[in-house]
């Protein structure tokens, strides 16, 4: 049983590598666990926890873009950010609560991801040539244990 949670939380830790959700994780969070006015507006101080930990994540899972854009090398950044402010413009109804609940703000933060993924790797961050192929391998091994353990 040890072997399965240690091959799962491996799991886990490449397919964050793979592709690090880090905006969608940080507003997932925000609609969980932040609370909300009688207007349905959250807590600011909460929300910017979690922009804080959303700016983190990318920074730790591109620290090469994060290095670029400090010495004001990787203007892609900028343009991620500016593109996710103008898509939370265009969708958000003014009731963060709302927007949680309906659930299309999120798709902004899910794009601003897949936005910075682009400009990680257009600003000379090492991309695995074939994402999540050993993610295959360790559910095969994961797999093969559990069996091995059942019998």
Known sequence: M???LLSVGILVML???VFAGCAAEAYSKTCASCSFDANGKVDQSCKEGYQSS???CVSMSYPIMAAKYADG?????????????SCTAQY?????L????EGSTAICYAAADQCVKSAAVKCGEIESPC???SAGFILLF????FVKLRN
């Not at 090398?73 to 402010?85: F, G, I, S």
């Not at 709302?98 to 609940?101: E, K």
Request: proline share 5%; aromatic share 2%; charged share 25%.
């Open 73 to 85: 090398k990787c203007p892609e950044v900028d343009y991620c950010a500016e593109e996710l402010r």
């Open 92 to 96: 958000s109804s003014g009731n963060d």
């Open 142 to 145: 994961a797999g093969l244990a």
């Open 131 to 133: 994402p999540g192929s």
């Open 54 to 56: 959303g700016t983190s």
């Open 2 to 4: 040890k072997l399965i």
């Open 98 to 101: 709302a927007d949680c609940q």
């Open 15 to 17: 397919s964050g590598a």
